[in-house]
């Protein structure tokens, strides 16, 4: 629909890869942008033809990429259903990577009041969000989620990007690792060798979460335990 797969033949093929990777759900997320108006019922259509295609071997699961824009923001404050994962309050929010909203602590203030749980796309590949690790710790701790790309951690988006990646799955603030899948090749989505690679370097624990436990709450809508605040000892999450 926007920058992902290229047609419908593209879509079936990743969908098949990504199940016999080891997938077992996966988002579907275009833009909801200036650039890319988002249409729910064109992407439910477009996953309803997928779903007839693949049946049961993978759940696909309706979202988008959402940008901080007045009008979109205004507009999700409205409707929060019609931007989040399944209509159940997960909103996957993917910063500008040309300038940040001074206010953006409030405005993530007003979407939580509203229902929607934003959950920070690939912070590790925004130049800007590398420099400003203290505001997502504030994010996080507000209740915010971080996601990170996949091929971040296996040093595929550079080596800063690897770096960064690192760093916040060290801090306790990586919440979800995703494919971020864009087509069959360069961006394809794969997740077992990074769950591989998790597993190996901070143990099998952690890589279950950001892999399989958080990343099920989110796709069925289940509130999450608070997490730690920055400077208390980090273990993932503690329940109120």
């Known amino acids: 629909m926007d920058d992902g ?9 990743m969908v098949r890869m990504a199940a016999a990777d080891g997938t077992t759900d996966i988002v579907a997320s275009p833009h909801a942008s200036p650039d890319f ?8 259509h477009r996953i309803a033809e997928l779903r007839e295609a693949v049946g049961d071997a993978i759940q696909i699961h309706r979202g988008c ?3 901080l824009s007045f009008d979109n923001i205004s507009d999700a404050m409205r409707f929060p259903r019609k931007y989040s994962i399944n209509g159940k309050g997960y909103l996957l929010v993917e910063f500008s990577d040309f300038g940040i909203f001074q206010n953006t602590s409030s405005v993530f203030e007003r979407m939580m009041g509203a229902g929607l749980v934003p959950v920070i796309t690939h912070p590790e590949r925004n130049r800007l969000l590398q420099q400003r690790i203290g505001d997502l710790e504030t994010w996080s701790g507000m209740g915010c989620l971080i996601q990170v790309t996949s091929g971040s951690f296996l040093g595929r988006f550079g080596n800063s990007a690897q770096k960064f990646s690192d760093e916040l799955m060290r801090r306790g603030l990586c919440d979800v690792v995703a494919s971020d899948a864009h087509d069959l090749e360069h961006r394809p ?3 077992k060798e990074v769950r591989e690679h998790l597993a190996q370097r901070y143990g099998e624990d952690p890589a279950r979460r950001v892999t399989e436990e958080i990343p099920a709450a ?3 809508g289940i509130p999450l335990p608070r997490k730690l605040q920055s400077g208390e000892r980090k273990k993932w999450y503690q329940f109120w």
């Open 5 to 13: 797969a290229s047609d419908f033949e593209v879509s079936l093929a």
């Open 37 to 44: 108006a988002y249409q729910p019922e064109l992407v439910d």
């Open 189 to 191: 989505p794969s997740l």
């Open 218 to 220: 989110v796709i069925s």
């Open 65 to 67: 990429d959402f940008h």
